[in-house]
Structures are given as C-alpha cells and as structure tokens.
C-alpha cells in the first residue's frame, strides 16, 4: 500500500472515481483515454470527455 493510499485513508478520503473510457496508467498516478491514448489526471477526466464531446459535435 502506497504512502498517499494511507494518507487517504488516514483522512477519510475515497480516491476519484475512474470513468468507464479511462484505465489506469501502468506507470504513475495517471489515467489514458481508451479514445485517443492521452494521459489524463483523475481531476481532469470530465474536462478531457467534454473536448472529446466538441470535436464530435464539430464532425
């Protein structure tokens, strides 16, 4: 178990939930996009979906 693991614990705090198009980067405490392969933080997922979202209601 990492040390921000039991920090979180420690605090009562749940980790960010992970969105159904993102898996959990094999390094780091990054997520990729299962669209386009970018590394996305857990903070960011709804912005990254939502530009995801634009570039298809363009097309």
Avoid: N
């Avoid at 614990?9 to 980790?15: F, H, K």
């Avoid at 960010?16 to 990729?32: C, H, I, N, S």
Wanted: some cysteine; aromatic content about 12%; hydrophobic content about 35%.
């Amino acid at each position: 178990m990492g040390f921000f693991t039991k920090i979180q614990q420690y605090l009562g705090l749940e980790p960010a939930p992970v969105f159904d198009q993102y898996r959990k980067a094999e390094r780091g405490a990054q997520l990729t996009c299962t669209r386009c392969g970018a590394f996305v933080a857990h903070e960011s997922q709804t912005v990254h979906t939502d530009w995801h979202l634009a570039l298809d209601s363009r097309a």
